[in-house]
């Protein structure tokens, strides 16, 4: 039930909070009856952690007015210009492309500020450095997906944060914890990382995030 539960909260933050987080089930056969599916564990230094940074983005947005029922596109500009003075590296929403019918939707890869940021973070983990980044996707309810990403001695890991705003503040509703297995930038310099949600390499649950570094 955890498994299920888990997935689902990680397509439904695919689908309706970060739609350009483009998550695809690729789960192995398995004898269930031995083995379940567990997500990477999530210690309490990592929960403090993302709450202390919900907590500096609420400051930070707070004053900006936003009708959460009716979100618009000058809100969106709004908050990305906001935090994107502060320093974040934010991640706009993707646009979608369809190529046929009954192909699954697929994204161009989320123009992100502060790009140089990110290939600092690429550049350090490829030479074994240790170093952290976090970086904001921006959702079309006028939340985010808080993504902090740590890596040493070229190995990475991350936890994404989905961050909704209600009553005025910002929230944590989701918290998911993946390694990264892949890390590439492009160059037309595009960073692509390919992540797993589970340390059972044969119940592996894979998906990818591309960020365009401008």
């Known amino acids: 039930m955890l498994a299920i539960l888990l997935l689902a909260s990680v397509i439904t933050l695919t689908a309706c909070r970060s739609s350009n987080i483009n998550i695809k089930e690729t789960t192995k056969q398995t004898d269930h009856k031995t083995k379940k599916w567990e997500p990477l564990v999530i210690t309490k230094r990592e929960k403090a952690q993302a709450q202390k940074e919900v907590k500096q983005i609420s400051d930070i947005c707070q004053n ?33 492309k369809h190529s046929t019918k009954n192909a699954p939707v697929k994204f161009k890869p989320s123009k992100t500020s502060h790009g140089e940021k990110l290939k600092t973070f690429y550049e350090k983990t490829k030479a074994g450095k240790p170093t952290t980044i976090t970086l904001l996707q921006q959702n079309s309810s006028g939340g985010f997906a808080n993504i902090r990403l740590q890596s040493n001695n070229g190995k990475t890991e991350g936890i994404l944060t989905t ?52």
């Open 64 to 96: 900006i007015k936003i009708n959460e029922n009716k979100v618009t596109k000058k809100d969106l500009q709004t908050l990305y210009d906001t935090l994107t003075s502060k320093g974040y590296p934010v991640a706009q929403i993707g646009e979608e």
């Open 163 to 214: 961050i909704y705003k209600e009553d005025g503040k910002f929230s944590v509703s989701e918290m998911v914890k993946y390694q990264v297995k892949k890390l590439e930038l492009n160059e037309k310099n595009i960073m692509t990382l390919e992540f797993y949600l589970s340390d059972q390499a044969e119940l592996q649950t894979d998906g990818t995030m591309e960020f365009q570094c401008n």
